[in-house]
C-alpha cells in the first residue's frame, strides 16, 4: 500500500486475513471504499476474533499475523515505517 518492495510480511499478513475471514465469517478490516479500507488497515485494531467466536484458540496466532501500529509481529515494523 506504501509502494515499498513486497517480502514475506505481505504473505503472513494475507494468510492472517483469509484465516480471520475464514474463522469469524466476515473481514478483519472494512470500509465504505477500498481506501477506507486501506486505512483501516493502517490506522484500526482488529476486531477480536473471540468476540466472533469465543470457542476458537486462533486468536492469537491471527493478532500476530495482523499487527497493527500498538502491536508487534511479523507485519509490524512495515505497518510502522513511514
Known amino acids: 500500500m506504501r509502494g515499498r518492495p513486497v517480502d514475506h510480511r505481505s504473505d503472513v499478513f494475507s494468510f492472517g486475513a483469509v ?3 475464514m474463522l469469524a465469517g466476515r473481514r478483519a478490516f472494512q470500509g465504505a471504499s477500498g481506501v477506507e479500507t486501506m486505512n483501516a488497515i493502517l490506522q484500526s485494531e482488529m476486531p477480536d476474533l473471540a468476540l466472533a467466536d469465543p470457542s476458537l484458540p486462533v486468536d492469537t496466532i491471527v493478532r500476530h499475523c495482523l499487527p497493527t501500529t500498538t502491536r508487534s509481529g511479523p ?5 510502522r515505517d513511514g
Open 19 to 21: 484465516l480471520y475471514e
Open 75 to 79: 507485519c509490524a515494523s512495515a505497518n
